[in-house]
């Protein structure tokens, strides 16, 4: 990387999964519980998987709106990423993500839309930064 333009803190304390998160300016200050299909407390709490999910859904969006313009293509208010998290063993004795991200965009046409949302994957630093490392499938609704 060049040069970075922003650097986000967070920082982790007590039971890992079970702990606490806060970002250093205060915005994030989340209790955290294991899900129950991990076999944890689940309840009222987020979980690492959810604050990854929504960090990957907001900076693909951004990267289809971004390439979107690239193309002249005015994308609807209601356009949206949903993202699915899903984590488990990867038979080497540790734990694996895999990623699902869909894309709604409504009034772009089916051909236009898969190319955006592939075009987007190219340049989203989400999508950079997890390629080879976990399986990332990537779509738009139609």
């Not at 304390?13 to 702990?19: A, E, K, M, T, Y």
Request: net charge negative.
């Amino acid at each position: 990387m060049v040069d970075v333009l922003y650097t986000a803190e967070a920082t982790a304390i007590g039971d890992g999964r079970n702990g606490e998160v806060h970002s250093s300016d205060g915005v994030i200050d989340e209790k955290l519980a294991t899900p129950k299909e991990m076999g944890g407390p689940g309840g009222l709490h987020t979980n690492p998987e959810q604050l990854f999910a929504a960090g990957y859904a907001a900076c693909f969006h951004s990267a289809l709106r971004l390439v979107a313009r690239q193309d002249g293509v005015t994308l609807h208010e209601d356009t949206s990423v949903d993202a699915k998290v899903g984590i488990g063993p990867d038979g080497k004795g540790g734990f694996g993500l895999a990623v699902e991200l869909v894309s709604h965009l409504p009034g772009v046409a089916d051909e236009k839309a898969d190319e955006l949302v592939a075009r987007a994957h190219q340049v989203c630093p989400y999508s950079n930064a997890t390629r080879g490392n976990i399986d990332v499938k990537v779509s738009a609704a139609h």
